[in-house]
T-cell receptor
Framework: EAQVTQNPRYLITVTGKKLTVTCSQN?????MSWYRQDPGLGLRQIYYSMNVEVTDKGDVPEGYKVSRKEKRNFPLILESPSPNQTSLYFC???????????FGSGTRLTVV | AQKVTQAQTEISVVEKEDVTLDCVYETRDTTYYLFWYKQPPSGELVFLIRRNSFDEQNEISGRYSWNFQKSTSSFNFTITASQVVDSAVYFCALRTTTDSWGKFQFGAGTQVVVTP
């Protein structure tokens, strides 16, 4: 089944403790992206990637890191999480600029 | 810069009423793509439709229809004879091909509540 898989689904952590949210797609898509969703703000793009080793900042990149060492994987790294990063995170992949993104099921992160 | 505006925060209707969701976009690009996604209470994001900037034909899919008008930079979505299962948040999105190759801009979303 074609899908984007992100883990974990739920995560509660403490301020300052580094964490990684994994994302993997099995559709051989070039483009991958991370979004965060907050009430009243919709979905905001954090980072995106066109291919291996090619990434760029979205609208809200502060406090996040990404890497694209393999085509199928695009992990999101929070080096020092803070409470304002409590949010619902979505990973997504796309086959090209003319196409929409296919989204993962989401990761609900709480930073206390 | 590109921008998507969904001015309606929430729309409440009674089942079988029609509901129209507004989407206004801004871009300097001549080639772009517009999308609608549905997010039901379960939380996943479901793709509904894609429209490219050169195709202004309206589209109908079952009870869903879309009206794309470049002159007003709008891509509105209508649900005809709404059902309780249509209750969800609906997002309009814009993707350009020349400005920022990977950027995919969402509007803030419109919550649709359909009551029996």
């Amino acid at each position: 089944e074609a899908q984007v898989t992100q883990n974990p689904r739920y995560l509660i952590t403490v301020t300052g403790k580094k964490l990684t949210v994994t994302c993997s797609q099995n559709m051989n898509h070039e483009y991958m992206s991370w979004y965060r969703q907050d009430p009243g703000l919709g979905l905001r793009q954090i980072y995106y990637s066109m291919n291996v080793e090619v990434t760029d900042k979205g609208d809200v990149p502060e406090g996040y890191k990404v890497s694209r060492k393999e085509k199928r994987n695009f992990p999101l790294i929070l080096e020092s999480p803070s409470p304002n990063q409590t949010s619902l995170y979505f990973c997504a992949s796309s086959s090209g600029t003319a196409h929409g993104y296919t989204f993962g099921s989401g990761t609900r992160l709480t930073v206390v | 810069a590109q921008k998507v505006t969904q001015a309606q925060t929430e729309i409440s209707v009674v089942e079988k009423e029609d509901v129209t969701l507004d989407c206004v976009y801004e871009t300097r690009d001549t080639t772009y793509y517009l999308f609608w996604y549905k997010q039901p209470p379960s939380g996943e994001l479901v793709f509904l439709i894609r429209r490219n900037s050169f195709d202004e034909q309206n589209e109908i899919s079952g009870r869903y229809s879309w009206n794309f008008q470049k002159s007003t930079s709008s891509f509105n979505f209508t649900i005809t004879a709404s059902q309780v299962v249509d209750s969800a948040v609906y997002f309009c999105a814009l993707r350009t091909t020349t400005d920022s190759w990977g950027k995919f801009q969402f509007g803030a979303g419109t919550q649709v509540v359909v009551t029996p």
